[in-house]
């Protein structure tokens, strides 16, 4: 009877929580990412510019760990039962990947282009050594950061 | 739209480029699934269970990110990258990622 | 190679699709997955129940003897031997009911709660508060006819059966993912407690009957359930997830029983001094 009430107060709070917090974060993303639009990030090695006009070159990281809420957690539980896509973490792995970008971003400071873009995925937390569960996942976003000489 | 995971494609130039594409997809394999792989793995060889889920699911990480691309009126994504990850036992994601470019 | 800075609009990498749905969706999947397989393995096994043999069900019995081992044979637990061996001597012989077990014992253990126990091998253990708190020989002969109704109809065994059932049917589904099978083992319970409030309701009614066969009435018999009923000011939703029924509806069943059988509500007999103690 008490775990019933405890695990819905934990499922109501994690889904209410939760849900607000992550649309906090996106409308947060979206705002960062129209600033940063003229920062471009992308996985190529090469840009249209000569060895010459580049002023310097270095290499920027960033990273984020985001984890799931309790509801999500519940729901993410049941979907690996009946197998398919696990539509609860998609917004975790989304808000990860673009926060890292946007903090690599952030530390390119007024570089103009990001070059060799690499983006990396993995699950840590208080859980990661058990298997079974995801207590939260980190993504990593490198790059080299380059800055033109201004004319 | 052309996908290469090389820097540019070839026999074309490209024009413009619009910056990072990116498509994910988390799935997850049914107790079935995963009865049937423990019973394989006794004996070894491939679990085609597996093999089809992941590919069914990189596909559908594929088709996310060339839907991005369109968005954004680029018709290639070179430097094409595909990333796997465990998110939790039974479900893996599969990332692909690569930049949008208009070629000619 | 030039740069053309685009904004994207929506995000493909997110379904949008509504998660409650998805959680009302899957939920009702996998409890309708369990609850059949728990009532298939039920149905198998309240036959396996019903013909288990007597030596194994000592043997099960012997699994709960550190319930009762620290219980001493004093004054109180003598007389209510004696009540109970008379009781049971009125058990009616059925053939094609299953064998009872040869004997039953009473164990008085110490604690605060008034509550008694079938165990599996005859053992009924009744707690000392139990006896203290009881006004009438008449109540205490109806908990024990209660106790020897749940062997009657061979409860000990099935709640015992039906809980490794669940136990063994949410560990092969979930393995290790404690959040979820407790979950859903909660959300079973709470079936099994109705389950389990059926069977209580049926041993109350079987007692009614061996009481008035014993001592030609039936007076006392309601008189435990109103005393918990006082007692605890627990409210009556939380009787739902309970493994009893709420007391007051117990009394109303029992009295509507009495009423239709036209059983006779004579003097109670007090309790002797050696219950007391």
Not at chain 2, 29 to 38: L, P, S, Y
Not at chain 3, 28 to 36: A, K
Not at chain 3, 211 to 217: K, P, Q
Not at chain 3, 246 to 252: D, G, L, Y
């Amino acid at each position: 009877m008490e775990q019933i009430i405890i695990f819905i107060i934990l499922a109501v709070l994690g889904y209410t929580a939760g849900t607000l917090a992550e649309r906090k974060h996106y409308r947060s993303i979206e705002t960062r990412e129209r600033r940063y639009l003229n920062l471009p990030a992308v996985t190529t090695k090469k840009e249209s510019f000569k060895e010459s006009e580049v002023e310097n070159a270095i290499l920027v990281s960033g990273n984020a760990v985001i984890s799931l809420d309790y509801f999500k957690r519940i729901l993410a539980g049941l979907r690996n039962i009946f197998g398919g896509e696990v539509v609860s973490y998609e917004t975790l792995i989304d808000r990860a990947r673009r926060e890292a970008i946007l903090r690599m971003k952030e530390k390119a400071g007024r570089a103009d282009v990001i070059l060799n873009l690499r983006i990396e995925t993995s699950s840590i937390g208080q859980t990661a050594n058990k298997r079974n569960t995801i207590g939260s996942i980190e993504a990593i976003a490198y790059g080299t950061a380059i800055t033109l000489k201004k004319t | 739209m052309i996908l290469t995971n090389i820097e540019s494609v070839p026999g074309k130039s490209i024009v413009e480029h619009y910056g990072l594409v990116s498509g994910s997809t988390v799935r997850a394999k049914h107790v079935g699934r995963d009865i049937m792989a423990g019973l394989k793995n006794i004996v070894g060889g491939e679990l085609t269970g597996y093999t089809e889920l992941l590919h069914d699911s990189r596909q559908q990480a594929t088709d996310r990110m060339t839907e991005q691309a369109r968005q954004l009126g680029a018709n290639a994504i070179v430097n094409v990258r595909f990333a796997t990850s465990a998110v939790a036992q039974g479900a893996s994601e599969l990332y692909v990622y690569g930049t949008a470019v208009r070629v000619e | 190679m030039k740069y053309v800075p685009k904004e994207l609009r929506g995000n493909v990498n997110v379904s949008r699709t509504s998660p409650l749905k998805e959680f009302a969706i899957l939920l009702g999947g996998i409890l309708g997955i369990v609850i059949v397989v728990y009532a298939a393995l039920g149905i198998a096994l309240d036959l396996v129940v019903t013909s288990l043999p007597v030596s194994i069900e000592q043997k099960l019995g012997s699994l709960y003897s550190s319930v009762y081992e620290d219980s001493e044979v004093t004054p109180a637990g003598t007389a209510l031997q004696l009540m109970l061996d008379r009781l049971a001597a009125e058990i009616p012989t059925n053939k094609d009911s299953v064998q009872p077990p040869p004997e039953y014992k009473i164990h008085i253990i110490a604690n605060t709660r008034e509550n008694a126990l079938a165990l599996p091998g005859g053992n009924i253990v009744i707690f000392s508060a139990l006896v203290k708190g009881a006004g009438s020989k008449n109540e205490l002969a109806f908990v024990l006819a209660h106790e020897l109704g749940h062997f009657a109809n061979r409860d000990h065994l099935r709640g015992l059966g039906r809980r490794l059932v669940l136990l063994a049917a949410s560990a092969a589904l979930f393995g290790g993912d404690s959040r979820v099978s407790g979950f859903i083992m909660n959300s079973l319970l709470s079936v099994e407690m109705k389950f389990s409030q059926h069977q209580e309701s049926a041993a109350d009614l079987w007692a009614l009957d061996l009481l008035n066969r014993r001592y030609g009435h039936v007076a006392g018999a309601t008189d435990f359930f109103k005393r918990m009923s006082k007692q605890e000011n627990r409210g009556r939703f939380s009787y739902y997830f309970a493994t009893h029924p709420f007391p007051e509806n117990r009394i109303r069943t029992l009295e509507k029983k009495i009423e239709e059988k036209e059983y006779l509500l004579k003097d109670k007999t007090l309790l002797d001094a050696v219950f007391k103690n």
